[in-house]
């Protein structure tokens, strides 16, 4: 079974670009997080997805940061413009069932350094 | 607010000796907790969870020992592998209707041979 995709793996920005992140869950999940994880931290949840509707964006910056899931299947997440402090690796996570949440399956991540 | 906290950032032991890694949290709503272990360039995974209606969890080498009065957590290892050194996070899930989980800042775990 493939697991979660992320790309790019890497990025570098300066300030007040734009960037975007792409994440593929894996086939037949139900449900996709985005997290925030900043060097010597958690990872912190920035919105979570059931099918293509938002569950919870409380976290996310929604100044600057948009997401969106297309037909319940791929996410892309948006940071316009970019500050430093975006600095972090994103996570994208799937699950197949609303209430196991150890069922979450997490991509490499992708590292943003802004500059 | 620091809702999951994991004192310690990091953590070294010996091949085949115990390793205990802790947590501690604040919100008495959290009715689940889980620990992930990451490795560098990699996304967490899923090590063990323990319900709060619970105060021992075992999985092989795993075991999770949860204290609701004192709202802490820990995870042992025994024995400790050198393969197991990664970071671990510690995760609590708050009830609810979406059951977010909040994270720990995670403990660098080495195993020395």
């Known amino acids: 079974e493939a697991g979660v995709a992320q790309s790019p793996r890497y990025k570098i920005i300066e300030k007040r670009q734009s960037v975007a992140f792409w994440c593929n869950p894996i086939s037949g999940h139900a449900t996709l997080y985005w997290y925030q994880q900043i060097l010597g931290q958690g990872p912190k949840l920035l919105i979570q997805f059931q099918n293509n509707g938002v569950v919870d964006d409380s976290q996310l910056p929604k100044d600057r940061f948009s997401a969106e899931r297309l037909k319940g299947v791929d996410s892309t997440l948006k940071i316009q413009p970019a500050k430093l402090e975006d600095s972090a690796v994103y996570l994208c996570?799937?699950?197949?069932?609303?209430?196991?949440?150890?069922?979450?399956?997490f991509g490499p991540g992708t590292r943003l350094l802004v500059l | 607010d620091q809702q999951v906290k994991q004192n310690s950032p990091s953590l070294s032991v010996q091949e085949g000796r115990i390793s205990i890694l802790n947590c501690d949290y604040t919100?008495?709503?959290?009715?689940?907790f889980l620990w992930y272990k990451k490795y560098p360039a990699e996304g967490p995974t899923f090590l063990i969870s323990i319900s709060s209606i619970k105060d021992k969890n075992e999985d092989g080498r795993f075991t999770v020992f949860l204290n609701k009065s004192a709202k802490h957590l820990s995870l042992h290892i025994v024995p400790s592998q050198p393969g197991d050194s990664a970071v671990y996070f510690c995760?609590?899930?708050?009830?609810?209707?979406?059951?977010?989980?909040?994270f720990g800042k995670g403990t660098l775990l080495t195993v020395n041979p």
């Open positions: 995760a609590a899930r708050s009830g609810g209707s979406n059951y977010k989980l909040t």
């Open positions: 996570a799937s699950s197949p069932e609303w209430t196991r949440q150890e069922t979450q399956y």
């Open positions: 919100n008495s709503m959290f009715d689940y």
